[in-house]
Nanobody
Framework: QVQLVESGGGLVQAGGSLRLSCAAS??????MGWFRQAPGKERDVVAA????????YYPDSVKGRFTISRDNAKNTLYLQMNSLKPEDTAVYYC???????????????????WGQGTQVTVSS
C-alpha cells in the first residue's frame, strides 16, 4: 500500500523557517514534489525533484527561499522553507510519481500519489 505522510507544518512568524518532511512507503518513487493550496485557490507546485536529486524546479515565488531534497535510502522527501511570508500560508502536499523526468513546470496531473497535507500558517 502506497503511503505519503507529511509532517513539520505549523504556525510561524514572517521571516521564520520550517522544514517539512514526507515519509513515503509502499514502492519506489521517481519524481517527487511539494504543492500547496490556499483556500479558494488552485493547487500549485512549490518545488519538484527527480529521482537522483540532480534536477529540481522552483517557481519564482519561492526561488531562493525554499529548498527541496530527498533521501532515497530513507524514502523521505524534505522541503526547507526560509524567509517565510504570510502569502506562503496554505496546506502543503507531498506528491510522487512512479517515473522520473526533468521537472519543468510540474503540474498536479503528473503525480499519481498524494499525502494528506500539512497546514503551514505564516503570521505577519
Amino acid at each position: 500500500q502506497v503511503q505519503l505522510v507529511e509532517s513539520g507544518g505549523g504556525l510561524v512568524q514572517a521571516g521564520g523557517s520550517l522544514r517539512l518532511s514526507c515519509a513515503a512507503s509502499g514502492r519506489t518513487f521517481g519524481n517527487m514534489g511539494w504543492f500547496r493550496q490556499a483556500p479558494g485557490k488552485e493547487r500549485d507546485v512549490v518545488a519538484a525533484i527527480n529521482w537522483s536529486g540532480g534536477s529540481t524546479y522552483y517557481p519564482d515565488s519561492v526561488k531562493g527561499r525554499f529548498t527541496i531534497s530527498r533521501d532515497n535510502a530513507k524514502n523521505t522527501l524534505y522541503l526547507q522553507m526560509n524567509s517565510l511570508k504570510p502569502e506562503d500560508t496554505a496546506v502543503y502536499y507531498c506528491a510522487a510519481s512512479p517515473v522520473t523526468w526533468n521537472p519543468r513546470s510540474p503540474s498536479p496531473s503528473q503525480y499519481n500519489y498524494w499525502g494528506q497535507g500539512t497546514q503551514v500558517t505564516v503570521s505577519s
